[in-house]
């Protein structure tokens, strides 16, 4: 029985937004920091997009908050907007 209640955990812990998260984290710690050292720190908003996509889709789900996370790249252009923009309604929960 134990067993059975180990992969039930483990089935529902392997979630699209485990994996969303786990693929910008690989962004956020091996891509990011190439294209900076290239390019420099070009970051038009705060947080980062990364963290928004981050943010948006642990708060909203992986449809919805990679929407919102695909539509704040767009916006990412000389002339979109910049400064301090976070994931509406994502408060931290500490």
Same mark, same amino acid.
């Given at each position: 029985?134990? /067993?059975?209640?180990?992969? *039930? /955990?483990? +089935?529902?812990?392997?979630?699209?937004?485990?994996?969303?998260? %786990?693929?910008?984290?690989?962004? /956020?710690?091996?891509?990011?920091?190439?294209?900076?050292?290239?390019? %420099?720190?070009?970051?038009?908003?705060?947080?980062?997009?990364?963290?928004?996509?981050? *943010?948006?889709?642990?708060?909203? %789900?992986?449809? /919805?908050?990679?929407?919102?996370?695909?539509?704040?790249?767009?916006?990412?252009?000389?002339?979109?907007?910049?400064?301090? *923009?976070?994931?509406? %309604?994502?408060? +931290? +929960?500490?």
């Amino acid at each position: 029985m134990a /067993r059975a209640e180990t992969s *039930d /955990r483990l +089935k529902a812990s392997l979630s699209p937004r485990l994996a969303a998260a %786990g693929a910008i984290a690989i962004y /956020r710690a091996a891509i990011s920091p190439v294209i900076h050292a290239f390019n %420099g720190p070009a970051c038009r908003f705060e947080p980062s997009c990364s963290a928004y996509a981050r *943010d948006a889709i642990a708060h909203y %789900g992986i449809v /919805r908050g990679g929407a919102m996370a695909i539509w704040r790249i767009a916006r990412c252009n000389p002339m979109g907007g910049h400064g301090y *923009d976070p994931v509406a %309604g994502a408060e +931290k +929960k500490r």
